[in-house]
């Protein structure tokens, strides 16, 4: 099974191609330009590199966030316009799914000894000071996912050896050992492409019967967009 893959949580997001269970190619996007600029263009490309046609592509895959409202909402038309054309299945994957999944056994990160993979913090960065946050225990979410400053969060997690992933803990990483100590421990790298764990928990989802139309797909934001905040203080009494 052929699954193109595109993340667009982070600025450079990054897009794969995925085969029988192996990925063929993962690369970052091109920083340099904006989302908008510069895809369907860096998907083409990657096809191109491998030989493959989009008509080839059996299942897309897609990051679902949290990130910018912008590159989510370019990410995910991006996806859906290819699927569409191509009357192909698109799965939307979580982006703190695809950190945990990096993290633990199933994803190929290299981990840091004591093994810490049955609690993972998955941290990106929400700017502002803060982080979308979700946590993770032997392989399931715990809680709900939130947006809080990193102190808040590490508050919660004194004394529980816990591993963290994602760009928001590559920022915060100072901070986190200095409240944590010993009981913190980084994936490696820290801030992981998450194109290929996109395709591998995309096609996993395929597998087991989720194949839903292109335009069901939804971006998880967490943080209500600064339009909504300004429209509910206009109407507020």
Same mark, same amino acid.
């Given at each position: 099974?052929?699954?193109?893959?595109?993340?667009?949580?982070?600025?450079?997001?990054?897009?794969?191609?995925?085969?029988?269970?192996?990925?063929?190619?993962?690369? *970052? !996007?091109?920083?340099?330009?904006?989302?908008?600029?510069?895809?369907?263009?860096?998907?083409?490309?990657?096809?191109?590199?491998?030989?493959?046609?989009?008509?080839? =592509?059996? /299942?897309? $895959? /897609?990051?679902?966030?949290?990130?910018?409202?912008?590159? @989510?909402?370019?990410?995910?038309?991006?996806?859906?316009?290819? *699927?569409?054309?191509?009357?192909?299945?698109?799965?939307?994957?979580? *982006?703190?799914?695809?950190?945990?999944?990096?993290?633990?056994?199933?994803?190929?990160?290299?981990?840091?000894?004591?093994?810490?993979?049955?609690? =993972?913090?998955?941290? =990106?960065?929400?700017?502002? !000071?803060?982080?979308? $946050? *979700?946590?993770?225990?032997? #392989?399931?979410?715990? #809680?709900?996912?939130?947006?809080?400053?990193?102190?808040?969060? @590490?508050? &919660?997690?004194?004394?529980?050896?816990?591993?963290?992933?994602?760009?928001?803990?590559?920022?915060?990483?100072?901070?986190?050992?200095?409240?944590?100590?010993?009981?913190?421990?980084?994936? &490696? %790298?820290?801030? %992981?492409?998450?194109?290929?764990? /996109? $395709?591998? @928990?995309?096609?996993?989802?395929?597998?087991?019967?989720?194949? %839903?139309?292109?335009?069901? =797909?939804?971006?998880?934001?967490?943080?209500?967009? &600064?339009?909504? @905040?300004?429209?509910?203080?206009?109407?507020? %009494?």
């Amino acid at each position: 099974m052929l699954i193109l893959s595109l993340d667009t949580t982070t600025r450079a997001g990054s897009c794969a191609l995925m085969q029988t269970g192996r990925v063929l190619r993962e690369q *970052a !996007g091109d920083t340099s330009r904006e989302q908008a600029e510069r895809l369907p263009g860096e998907l083409a490309a990657l096809l191109e590199r491998e030989s493959i046609t989009l008509q080839q =592509i059996e /299942v897309f $895959a /897609v990051a679902t966030g949290p990130g910018s409202f912008t590159g @989510l909402r370019v990410g995910i038309a991006t996806m859906q316009g290819l *699927a569409m054309a191509t009357g192909k299945p698109l799965v939307g994957v979580s *982006a703190f799914e695809a950190l945990a999944f990096l993290g633990g056994s199933g994803g190929g990160s290299k981990r840091q000894d004591p093994p810490y993979g049955d609690r =993972i913090a998955t941290w =990106i960065d929400a700017w502002r !000071g803060e982080v979308f $946050a *979700a946590l993770y225990e032997n #392989g399931g979410e715990v #809680g709900a996912a939130t947006v809080a400053k990193p102190d808040v969060l @590490l508050a &919660d997690l004194k004394g529980q050896a816990t591993l963290f992933t994602g760009d928001g803990a590559s920022i915060y990483q100072e901070r986190i050992r200095a409240i944590l100590g010993d009981a913190a421990a980084f994936t &490696d %790298p820290v801030h %992981p492409l998450l194109a290929g764990a /996109v $395709a591998a @928990l995309g096609g996993n989802a395929f597998r087991a019967g989720q194949r %839903p139309p292109p335009h069901a =797909i939804r971006p998880l934001y967490v943080r209500r967009s &600064d339009a909504e @905040l300004a429209k509910d203080r206009a109407f507020r %009494p």
